[in-house]
Structures are given as structure tokens and as C-alpha cells.
């Protein structure tokens, strides 16, 4: 079993450790003892660049320090940090920062550097991983499924079985999806102090004008969301609703408390592109609609 966060900390390490040497997918992969395939795309699905953009971010910001603090002639500093050429750094450098290097020496001009990606915000739970989240404005749009009505307490779980049946069995009577393999398991929890929530396993539709029997039909409101990316070393099917619970429950005490937004609706739903998933590998995607926190925006 691969443990991810230990993959991902000896990937950092290794980047940090030989920043001054060419770097190849392929060595680093092999220092991490994962294959370049996985590697690469929980490394871009986690921090939404690729490892080797990462790799030349890093170099990048660190020989700043020499060109700040030093002398050293520009194409001293793109060889002492494995750089084929001159312009091959500075092209790199002007299109990370904005400016040439030697701008940047002479206007001691300030600019967004990349440190390391510190592995204490990388959360695990057994063998699933996720990192900070990130933001999106999506328009409102319609889903078809079935709504199950279950308890609170055993909702996890059930969920999990009613995802599956839906997806292998019953999303075939849906007559307009948008993308038949694009999970979405919608979860309302407003009658949750009584004891019950809201799950449907769907599908994104067209519209809402050809309902199967014993189907429901919602229209989700536009909203800004913050999204959540679990990527698992599994198949999709072996996803847990608790698991995902409890990492719903620390990512929110470490980020939504502190940032700035506070939940907009009942709702939220899970996304899962089975199109990028097999039997070792695995995204899903939490969607929680947000607001500002005007609460707490008064108090500053």
C-alpha cells in the first residue's frame, strides 16, 4: 500500500536536496518508489501545477538569493542551478516572475516566490490524500437522480451503497446527461437536527424536461464554492463515507474557520470523473457552497 504523504514528503525532499542538479520526472519518481504516471497526476491534482513546473518554480526562487545577494553574473547563476543557457533561465525566470533577472537585481523590484510546499498542510487519512482547497464560481446547473431519504447517524455508509447501485444500475434510464461518467452525489442536510438528511446519487443533465420514474430532479443555484480534491491510491468503489467525514470535519476546522467564509446553503456534493479513475487511483471532489462571513468581517 502506498502511504501518499510519505511519497509526497520524499519527493519535496529530494527536489530540495538536489535544487542545484538537473531533475528528471523519471529520477524522482524513482526516489519516491512510485511510478512516474501516479506521481505526476496526484502531484498537478493536489496543487494544480506539475511536479517538474514545481521543480523549476523552486530553482527559480532560490537563486534569487544570488541574485540579490551576490555578483555573480547571470549565466553563472542559470549553470549553478542547471540551467542549459542563459536565456534558457531567463525566459523561465520572465515568465514566472514577470520580469528579467537582471530587472529584478537592478530595481530591487519585489515578486510571489514559490518555497517549498510545506508537508504539514498535506492531510492523510489511511491511504487517501489531500492538500490546501481551492475556489470556484460555478453557474447553476441540473441534476437527475435518485433521493433517499436516510438517518444521520448511518448516512455515511448507506451513501456509499446507494452511490454504487445508482451508478452501475440505474443511471443508464437518464436519457440527457451531460457526462455519464461524471458521478455527483448531492447531499442536503437540512432536516439534519431531526435526525435525517438528504443523499441523491445523479447525474448532470441538459435540463429537467425528461424525468425516468422514480427519479428527482434538482436545479443547484449558481455559488461560489470552496472544493476540496481526495485522491485516493484506490478504486473510487472503496471511497468511505466516513473517511471523507472526518476529513470534511478537520479541513473545515483548519481552513473555512479561518477563511474568512462561512457555509451559503444546506447542501453540498461530491464529484468524481470516473473517466480519470482505475483500480489504483482514484479523485474526488467536495463542493461546499460558501459567503462571505459577514459576521466576522464586522469585527475587524
Known amino acids: 500500500m502506498i502511504n501518499t504523504k510519505r511519497t509526497l514528503e520524499f519527493c519535496l525532499n529530494y527536489i530540495e536536496s538536489n535544487i542545484n542538479d538537473k531533475m528528471s520526472l523519471d529520477e524522482i519518481s524513482v526516489h519516491a518508489g512510485v511510478s512516474k504516471y501516479?506521481?505526476?497526476?496526484?502531484?498537478?491534482?493536489?496543487?494544480?501545477?506539475?511536479?517538474?513546473?514545481?521543480v523549476q518554480s523552486r530553482k527559480l526562487t532560490s537563486s534569487i538569493n544570488e541574485l540579490i545577494s551576490t555578483n555573480m553574473r547571470v549565466i553563472d547563476i542559470a549553470l549553478e542551478y542547471g540551467f542549459d543557457h542563459e536565456q534558457s533561465y531567463i525566459r523561465a525566470f520572465r515568465k514566472k516572475f514577470g520580469y528579467t533577472p537582471l530587472k529584478v537585481r537592478r530595481d530591487q523590484i519585489s515578486i510571489e516566490i514559490k518555497e517549498k510546499i510545506n508537508v504539514n498542510d498535506i492531510i492523510t487519512i489511511n491511504n487517501s490524500v489531500t492538500y490546501r482547497p481551492f475556489y470556484v464560481f460555478k453557474q447553476k446547473f441540473d441534476i437527475v437522480g435518485v433521493k433517499h431519504k436516510i438517518l444521520s447517524k448511518s448516512g455515511d455508509n448507506i451513501a456509499n451503497i446507494l452511490g454504487r447501485?445508482?451508478?452501475?444500475?440505474?443511471?443508464?434510464?437518464?436519457?440527457?446527461?451531460?457526462?455519464?461518467?461524471?458521478?455527483?452525489?448531492?447531499?442536503?442536510?437540512?432536516?439534519?437536527?431531526?435526525?435525517?438528511?438528504?443523499?441523491?446519487?445523479?447525474?448532470?443533465?441538459a435540463d429537467l424536461t425528461k424525468l425516468p420514474k422514480g427519479m428527482t430532479g434538482i436545479t443547484i443555484p449558481a455559488h461560489k464554492y470552496v472544493v476540496f480534491r481526495f485522491i485516493g491510491f484506490f478504486h473510487p468503489d472503496e471511497i468511505k463515507g466516513r473517511q471523507v467525514g472526518r476529513l470534511l470535519v478537520h479541513l473545515y476546522r483548519r481552513w473555512i474557520i479561518n477563511s474568512g467564509f462561512t457555509s451559503a446553503d444546506h447542501f453540498r456534493f461530491e464529484y468524481v470523473d470516473t473517466s480519470l479513475s482505475n483500480e489504483n487511483y482514484c479523485e474526488l471532489d467536495i463542493y461546499q457552497p460558501i459567503k462571505e462571513d459577514n459576521k466576522r468581517v464586522s469585527e475587524f
Request: net charge negative; aromatic share 24%; no cysteine.
Open 38 to 54: 501516479y506521481l505526476h497526476r496526484m502531484f498537478k491534482s493536489l496543487t494544480g501545477e506539475s511536479i517538474m513546473d514545481y
Open 165 to 205: 447501485e445508482f451508478f452501475y444500475h440505474n443511471k443508464f434510464t437518464i436519457t440527457n446527461p451531460l457526462d455519464p461518467e461524471v458521478y455527483i452525489g448531492y447531499t442536503n442536510w437540512k432536516g439534519y437536527d431531526e435526525g435525517y438528511i438528504y443523499y441523491m446519487p445523479s447525474l448532470q443533465v
